[in-house]
């Protein structure tokens, strides 16, 4: 089992960044690729970005390249997603994932999930 707790979220301004963090215990976090995923309301978990175990290889959608960076510190067992030039639609409840596909972007393919953190953007 791997327990994954996130922090980090809360209300910001259009434009304006922030930045999640997600601290995994249990079994050896540097074995399993990390993930973010976002789900607003009345919509599916949507794919934000995922990192490798070793860090090496990095997948993000276009909807965020440029603006949200995916990162990990396998010595604290910690993922970050640093979110700048934040939009009103990055509005949702933002969850961490581990998986041994890192390269998926299918919600279901990923093993162990956060309880969630929310993320509001106003304009």
């Known amino acids: 089992q791997v327990q994954l707790v996130e922090s980090g979220g809360g209300l910001v301004q259009a434009g304006g960044s922030l930045r999640l963090s997600c601290v995994a215990s249990?079994?050896?976090?540097?074995?399993?690729?990390m993930g973010w995923f976002r789900q607003a309301p009345g919509k599916e978990r949507e794919f934000v970005a995922a990192?490798?175990?070793?860090?090496?290889?990095?997948y993000a959608p276009d909807s965020v390249k440029g603006r949200f960076t995916i990162s990990r510190d396998n010595a604290k067992n910690t993922v970050y997603l640093q979110m700048n030039s934040l939009k009103p639609e990055d509005t949702a409840v933002y969850y961490c994932?581990?998986?041994?596909?890192?390269?998926?972007?299918?919600?279901?393919?990923?093993?162990?999930w956060g309880q969630g953190t929310q993320v509001t953007v106003s304009s």
């Open positions: 249990g079994r050896t976090f540097r074995n399993y690729g």
């Open positions: 990192i490798t175990w070793s860090g090496s290889g990095i």
């Open positions: 994932a581990a998986g041994i596909n890192p390269s998926s972007s299918q919600y279901r393919a990923w093993n162990y």
